[in-house]
């Protein structure tokens, strides 16, 4: 029962990823590689739940880590030139991301942190649209590089919390296997 509800949490993100795509595909700032990163990760999270492999997995956190930390770095720090673009700091930042995804991903984090991160993201993200929001509509708004920086400069601790809530479900769902196991 817990699968089947942290499956129906990536499908929800993953819907969330799609509308996000839409809303940065028709706005101004349509950046490519943001939008292949917040469809790529939540598909490969998706994948890696129903397939049970590592190697997802790892790709899932990879996607996920380097899109988070050039979210971050676009939202703390403003310069003209965005994450993608800043050079050799944007290469050593996903060597970062790649060494925090092999740890996530070999060493036990499980899939459930990275589910309910994406949701969390989303929902921040949302809620800031619909605060921002104008007369221009949700869809405009919604995933523009005002309202992510707004959602993250100013509700980063909700995000840090949820982390940490995800990573207590994977701690709560090995548990439960355990326990059907041993009987």
């Not at 969330?16 to 950046?31: G, P, R």
């Not at 979210?71 to 790649?98: E, K, P």
């Not at 995800?166 to 090995?174: I, N």
């Amino acid at each position: 029962m817990f699968h089947k509800f942290i499956r129906l949490l990536d499908i929800i993100a993953l819907f969330f990823s799609i509308i996000a795509v839409y809303a940065i595909f028709n706005s101004v700032s349509m950046n490519i590689v943001n939008i292949l990163f917040i469809v790529i990760s939540p598909t490969l999270l998706l994948l890696s739940k129903f397939k049970g492999n590592r190697t997802l997995l790892f790709f899932a956190y990879v996607c996920s880590s380097i899109f988070f930390l050039s979210i971050l770095y676009n939202s703390f720090f403003t310069t003209q030139y965005d994450f993608f673009h800043s050079g050799l700091l944007a290469v050593g930042i996903s060597l970062l991301a790649i060494i925090f995804s092999t740890i996530a991903a070999f060493i036990g984090f499980g899939t459930s942190t990275l589910t309910i991160v994406w949701l969390t993201l989303h929902g921040l993200v949302a809620y800031e649209a619909l605060q921002l929001g104008d007369s221009s509509g949700f869809l405009d708004s919604f995933w523009s590089p005002k309202t992510i920086e707004t959602a993250i400069s100013k509700d980063y601790a909700f995000l840090l919390m949820f982390v940490w809530i995800g990573l207590f479900l994977d701690k709560y769902q090995r548990a439960i296997v355990r326990e059907y196991i041993s009987r």
